[in-house]
């Protein structure tokens, strides 16, 4: 399974944006995908999960309100909507899977650390910026 991500950019605070994350195949489709980034100096972080049943998606604190996560079997893809978008919000966005998990482990799709996640997309960058 390959995830590819897409739709980063340059946008003013207050803006908006929507990130892709496009899975090779329908695989995915039975998997939780998480939306991570990653800002200069820090650690990667985990930012929304959507697991693979509708109604059940999660956000970290510092995003709740103004990401909006979603996916659409038929694309093999899940979105991260960006609104209200903040100079803090500047990071590389990532998604990721593990296949052992169909339903997330709170913001993230899996329990694990990080490093035991076997399916990553190549990120994208968003800089939030006047």
């Known amino acids: 399974l390959q995830l590819v991500e897409s739709g980063g950019g340059l946008v003013e605070p207050g803006g908006s944006l929507r990130l892709s994350c496009a899975a090779s195949?329908?695989?995915?489709?039975?998997?939780?995908i998480g939306w991570f980034r990653q800002a200069p100096g820090k650690e990667r972080e985990g930012v929304s999960c959507?697991?693979?049943?509708?109604?059940?998606?999660y956000y970290a604190d510092s995003v709740k309100g103004r990401f909006t996560i979603s996916r659409d079997n038929a694309k093999n893809t899940v979105y991260l909507q960006m609104n209200s978008v903040k100079p803090e919000d500047t990071a590389i966005y990532y998604c990721a899977s593990h296949p052992k998990y169909y339903y997330c482990s709170g913001v993230t799709p899996a329990p694990q650390s990080l490093s035991e996640y076997p399916y990553w997309g190549q990120g994208t960058q968003v800089t939030v910026s006047a």
């Open positions: 195949d329908g695989t995915a489709n039975y998997y939780a």
């Open positions: 959507i697991s693979s049943q509708p109604g059940s998606e």
